[in-house]
């Protein structure tokens, strides 16, 4: 199919998923200050106890200006920039493993003075960037697994490696699962998938019990109150003590007591147990409801842009943000195991907020030429007049 597409009319942009973006961001700047202030006063002796909510500030301010500004970027201006994205956020993932930041045990970060740069954000955005390129160039060969799926896992499963061997497990079982979602939705043949899962859920269950270490924190979930899950179920522990603790109503802003040390690093990937805990169960549902109304209007953008380029970035952006809630969230109540995903817009860490808010800028000026939009605008114009694209995925309309 190509590239071909109709000449789109241009109107207002989603504000609904705007204004839901700037509510979560907001939210997680309360809420990283408010869980990191003791930790940063404990651990961080010269720091002030405002240390991880300035520098979570300065990433949301670049954040929300780059958003605004891509969301006046058409779209298709990131198709020159695929082969670039894909090429240079692999470099960096292959240089993060000889000169990146070691904590605790983990390379991760790539340090410029007052900031920090997490090359494994940036490579699942140039991912999905290119493998969306990559399946709207193949059109229907999507169903076709040497053709159509399998250059699509080569390009994601190499960065999956290299993030792996950070070790990163979270963003790499991310990075996966979104290209997963992509080519399902782009029209994937489910028993090529299933058999892909399949063979992938074999491996991983050698990876992660080939390492005591990581076999613990996997298992751990299944009986956290077990005496000899004492050291890995640690987290999982405090951030149930936290959810109950919270009850319907919460304990009140500041008034959390695991983030005293009882839970470790708890502006991070279990600040969602502290959210509970000072907002209540209450809270967290509304903070749910966000994710949620997000989730919805992501979808409703791609289903209803009539470009299949933009249709499968849409997609995308929309499932890198609702598979990491939900993991995120099943990790912190003990649903899923801890693999270390951070919550969108919520946890401390500016490369994610920043990407995330990249992604939704894109998302933002995609839902500018919805067909939603334009039949309000103007009467559609004859069928003959302007031929429409073949859809070939599972967002046909």
């Given at each position: 199919m190509g590239f071909t597409h109709t000449k789109l009319t241009r109107h207002r942009p989603d504000f609904i998923l705007l204004f839901v973006v700037l509510v979560l961001v907001s939210v997680g700047l309360v809420n990283v200050y408010s869980a990191s202030m003791i930790w940063a006063a404990e651990n961080l002796k010269a720091a002030?106890?405002?240390?991880?909510?300035?520098?979570?500030?300065?990433?949301?301010?670049?954040?929300?200006?780059?958003?605004?500004?891509?969301?006046n970027v058409h779209?298709?201006?990131?198709?020159?920039?695929?082969?670039?994205?894909?090429?240079?956020?692999?470099?960096?993932?292959?240089?993060?493993?000889?000169?990146?930041?070691?904590?605790?045990?983990?390379?991760?970060?790539?340090?410029?003075?007052?900031?920090?740069?997490?090359?494994?954000?940036?490579?699942?955005?140039?991912?999905?960037?290119?493998?969306?390129?990559?399946?709207?160039?193949k059109g229907e060969q999507i169903t076709d697994f040497k053709k159509g799926v399998l250059p699509s896992l080569i390009i994601a499963i190499i960065p999956a490696l290299l993030i792996l061997k950070e070790p990163d497990m979270g963003t790499a079982v991310l990075l996966i699962g979104t290209v997963f979602c992509v080519l399902y939705c782009a029209g994937a043949r489910f028993r090529h998938l299933f058999s892909i899962f399949i063979i992938g859920s074999a491996a991983s269950i050698y990876f992660i019990f080939s390492s005591k270490y990581r076999a613990e924190r996997?298992?751990?979930?299944?009986?956290?109150?077990?005496?000899?899950?004492?050291?890995?179920?640690?987290?999982?522990?405090?951030?149930?003590?936290?959810?109950?603790?919270?009850g319907w109503t919460g304990q009140g802003l500041g008034h959390s007591i695991e983030k005293f040390l009882y839970l470790p690093e708890p502006h991070t990937d279990f600040i969602f147990a502290i959210l509970i805990e000072e907002w209540g169960i209450i809270g967290a549902i509304i903070v749910i409801i966000l994710f949620a109304i997000l989730i919805w209007r992501g979808t409703?953008?791609?289903?209803?842009?009539?470009?299949?380029?933009?249709?499968?970035?849409?997609?995308?952006?929309?499932?890198?943000?609702?598979?990491?809630?939900?993991?995120?969230?099943?990790?912190?109540?003990?649903?899923?195991?801890?693999?270390?995903?951070?919550?969108?817009?919520?946890?401390?860490?500016?490369?994610?907020?920043?990407?995330?808010?990249?992604?939704?800028?894109?998302?933002?000026?995609?839902?500018?030429?919805?067909?939603?939009?334009?039949?309000?605008?103007?009467?559609?114009?004859?069928?003959?007049?302007?031929?429409?694209?073949?859809?070939?995925?599972?967002?046909?309309?």
């Open positions: 002030s106890p405002s240390y991880f909510f300035i520098r979570q500030m300065i990433w949301a301010i670049m954040g929300t200006f780059f958003m605004l500004f891509i969301m779209y298709r201006v990131w198709l020159r920039l695929t082969k670039f994205a894909l090429v240079s956020t692999t470099l960096l993932l292959v240089i993060v493993l000889f000169i990146g930041q070691e904590v605790n045990g983990a390379k991760r970060w790539l340090g410029f003075g007052f900031l920090s740069l997490q090359p494994s954000e940036f490579s699942i955005f140039a991912i999905l960037l290119y493998v969306s390129y990559l399946l709207t160039k996997i298992t751990a979930f299944l009986n956290p109150w077990d005496a000899s899950n004492s050291d890995s179920a640690f987290q999982i522990k405090n951030s149930l003590y936290a959810i109950a603790s919270g409703m953008i791609a289903t209803r842009i009539p470009d299949r380029f933009a249709s499968i970035f849409a997609t995308g952006i929309t499932a890198m943000i609702g598979i990491a809630m939900i993991v995120n969230i099943g990790m912190v109540t003990d649903v899923l195991p801890v693999i270390g995903v951070p919550l969108p817009f919520i946890s401390y860490g500016g490369s994610s907020l920043f990407i995330k808010m990249t992604a939704i800028g894109i998302l933002l000026n995609i839902s500018r030429y919805t067909l939603e939009e334009r039949s309000k605008l103007r009467p559609s114009p004859p069928v003959h007049a302007v031929p429409q694209p073949i859809r070939r995925s599972r967002f046909d309309t």
